[in-house]
């Protein structure tokens, strides 16, 4: 993928953009501008942002970690590390569940003890912050609805879906999948135990990377069967999951089914 791509836009518009944007995302949000050659060698002035590491892009860079988090585990951490890092992302939103659309028929933790899970687990990483955008929409959850909102609030953004390689596997299932590819670029990460070979899928060309990540062999499904046996859980999510989790009797007395959808 190209680090920088540039587009010219009116100061005007590359200022509204940047400010914008810097006042969401803090102060780690660049601040250069540049001129250059037009093709025809008139002047032309190109307005890029620079990332805290150094790179030009036309916009700022937004990944979106969507997920149930029932809880939030290393896994899902390292996987938003892994991106954020690889894409010369400027921030990556968490954006937890309202009613996961494929876990209906199962029991999921109350969402504001997921959302506060994820806020405690991401809180150290200055470029992690956590959306409630939805959790407080109304009905079932569906991602669509979630890159909606969010080209609604970073407008001069480009969003990066960051999704496990299971996920994307079953994208074809997600309503207006075919609608997705417009409001954002994915990034299907390797999980262990699922298939990360994506040419079956006939997805649109360039519109999903596959990242390889380091390995680690963690579901939310698991970290639930082993809190409701009173097996440890720490290191498996960060500490002050593990103590949310045992202040709150999380997990005693709901094990995970057969019915669920994919291990989470
Ligand atoms: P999950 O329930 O799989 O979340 O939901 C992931 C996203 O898919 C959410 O934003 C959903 O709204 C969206 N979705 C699902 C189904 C239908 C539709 C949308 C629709 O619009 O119709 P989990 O908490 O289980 O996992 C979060 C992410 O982390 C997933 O992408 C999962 O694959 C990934 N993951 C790992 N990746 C690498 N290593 C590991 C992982 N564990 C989970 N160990």
Redesign the pocket.
């Known amino acids: 993928m190209s680090a920088t791509q540039n587009t010219a836009q009116t100061p005007q518009m590359a200022h509204a953009a940047h400010n914008s944007v810097r006042g969401r995302l803090g102060p780690h949000i660049p601040s250069s501008v540049g001129g250059a050659l037009a093709e025809d060698g008139r002047r032309q002035t190109l307005w890029l942002t620079e990332s805290e590491r150094g790179h030009h892009h036309a916009r700022p860079r937004i990944g979106i970690?969507?997920?149930?988090?029932?809880p939030?585990?290393?896994?899902?951490l390292?996987?938003a590390s892994e991106v954020e890092w690889k894409f010369d992302l400027d921030e990556v939103i968490f954006?937890p569940?309202g009613r996961?659309?494929?876990?209906l028929h199962q029991h999921v933790t109350d969402a504001e003890d997921r959302y506060l899970m994820t806020v405690i687990a991401t809180s150290s990483n200055p470029r992690f912050t956590v959306s409630r955008v939805?959790i407080d929409r109304p009905g079932v959850?569906?991602?669509?609805?979630?890159l909606r909102d969010m080209h609604r609030l970073y407008p001069n953004c480009d969003l990066f879906f960051?999704?496990?390689?299971?996920?994307?596997a079953?994208i074809f299932?997600?309503?207006?999948?075919d609608q997705m590819w417009d409001l954002a670029h994915f990034v299907a990460?390797?999980?262990?135990g699922?298939p990360s070979d994506l040419s079956k899928l006939k997805l649109p060309r360039g519109a999903v990377d596959m990242l390889e990540?380091p390995?680690?062999?963690?579901?939310?499904t698991d970290v639930r069967r082993r809190a409701s046996h009173g097996e440890p859980v720490r290191y498996l999510v960060p500490e002050g999951v593990v103590e949310y989790i045992n202040k709150h009797g999380l997990y005693r007395s709901h094990v995970s089914t057969d019915t669920e959808?994919?291990s989470?």
């Open positions: 970690m969507g997920g149930t988090f029932d939030i585990h290393m896994g899902h390292v996987a954006v569940t996961p659309v494929f876990k939805d959850t569906y991602t669509i609805d979630t960051i999704t496990g390689a299971d996920a994307i079953e299932e997600w309503k207006d999948a990460v390797t999980r262990p699922y990540i390995a680690l062999a963690i579901s939310s959808h994919v989470s």
